[in-house]
């Protein structure tokens, strides 16, 4: 039996500005953290939103325990939090478990 492969992507130092400034659609990335109550909660509804729009929009997470860098620059000070970006700039930001309807308005308004 083969793992499926989730279609949300893992975002580091390395390969972050890559994947944002290289998408031709919205990104959506979820600041989390492991010990983080509410963020594996948004990450069952992430998951379900990325199987449903990975058409429309790029959906990613950054692990902040192991990219604290990317957490500063983005000023992230509480998780979970969405940004979403368009050419590589934040459009939108938000704190807080999103349903998969407030999802996809951020993605909508990019």
Known sequence: MSAIQSPIQNL?????????????KPVLVDFWATWCG????????????????SETATIA??????APD????????SIPSI?????????SQSSGVLSKKDLAAKIAEA
């Open 12 to 24: 580091t130092g390395e390969n972050f500005d890559a994947v944002v400034n290289g998408s031709d």
């Open 38 to 53: 509410p963020c594996k909660v948004l990450g069952h509804v992430l998951e379900e939103f990325a199987a449903e729009e």
């Open 61 to 66: 997470k950054v692990n902040i325990e192991d």
């Open 70 to 77: 990317l957490a500063q620059r983005f000023g992230v000070r």
């Open 83 to 91: 940004l979403v970006f368009k050419g590589g700039q934040v459009v």
